[in-house]
């Protein structure tokens, strides 16, 4: 699970996916299928959170990583690189931002 702290030595990634409300179901599902079966097994991955707004037109997507280079060999996987070109299909855009993080409050 992902824990949001200053003092975690993990590599932040979010990422923002803009589609339509006819497609947010689809896109929804497919990360869901991504998290489960493939990307929560890869060496590093420390937990992920998946966000909708209201309007279904963004999905926000925070992940932590023990280090920068476990995602990117994810992402550099033959199996993420077919995910991403199908999620690709679903949505306007999307772009995955490392992170640090600099303050948190309760």
């Known amino acids: 699970m992902p824990t949001i702290s200053r003092a975690n ?13 006819g497609t947010c179901q689809d896109l929804m599902d497919a990360l869901i299928d991504a998290y489960e079966t ?14 909708v707004n209201d309007a279904q037109t963004r999905i926000a997507n925070y992940s932590q990583w023990e280090r920068r280079e476990d995602f990117q060999a994810m992402l ?3 199996e ?3 995910r991403n070109r199908e999620i690709n ?3 306007r855009s999307f772009e995955p931002v490392m992170y640090e993080v ?3 409050f309760k």
Request: net charge neutral.
């Open 9 to 21: 030595d993990v590599q932040t990634v979010l990422t923002t996916f803009e589609m339509t409300p």
């Open 38 to 51: 493939f990307i929560s097994k890869q060496p590093g991955f420390v937990g992920a959170g998946l966000h």
């Open 76 to 78: 550099r996987s033959d």
């Open 80 to 82: 993420m690189r077919r």
């Open 89 to 91: 299909e679903l949505c």
């Open 102 to 104: 600099v303050a948190s």
